[in-house]
């Protein structure tokens, strides 16, 4: 449903659940709705300024203000859909192998990295394919650390 009202068919399994969680107890359910949106937003634009932070400050700041003004991301914040919380899955994601590739990850970013793709893929089927490539890939550079491939997989899923 969109913040008009409108009905809105085409969303994922897991986001009616994602939107449902945080209205079970509110009266104005869409605009706690287009709040969470918000949030994710802002959270996924500081995600992208914190992956790309130790590398570049100046690319930090640039990247995250491409995601924060992105016409189609400012839009898509005020309409009920999955793509809000894809994004910001995705930038964990990302997190997550930002972490790896500099050596600072443990079997807990291993874990998260496994629920972020599983929930990517409930939630933004669209983004199935960048979950299980970076699942692969994580697999690969962590294919030494027996404890961290099994969390990864453990987080995965079946």
């Given amino acids: 449903m969109t913040a008009s009202g409108q009905l809105e068919s085409g969303l994922p399994p897991g986001y009616p659940s994602f939107s449902g969680a945080p209205t079970a107890a509110c009266w104005d359910r869409m605009g706690v709705v287009v709040w969470v949106q918000l949030g994710l937003s802002l959270a996924t634009a500081l995600l992208v300024f914190k992956a790309v932070a130790e590398s570049s400050p100046l690319g930090a700041v640039i990247a995250s203000m491409m995601?924060?003004?992105?016409?189609?991301?400012?839009?898509?914040?005020?309409?009920?859909?999955?793509?809000?919380?894809?994004?910001?899955?995705?930038?964990?994601?990302?997190?997550?192998?930002?972490?790896e590739e500099r050596g600072k990850s443990d079997r807990l970013t291993a874990l998260a990295a496994g629920l972020t793709s599983g929930a990517l893929v409930l939630t933004s089927p669209y983004a199935a394919i960048l979950a299980g490539a970076c699942c692969l890939a994580l697999a690969w550079m962590v294919r030494r650390s027996p404890s961290k491939l099994l969390a990864l997989l453990c987080g995965c899923g079946p």
């Fill in 67 to 99: 995601v924060a003004l992105h016409p189609l991301f400012s839009q898509l914040t005020w309409y009920i859909m999955s793509e809000t919380l894809g994004a910001f899955l995705c930038s964990l994601l990302v997190i997550c192998i930002v972490r």
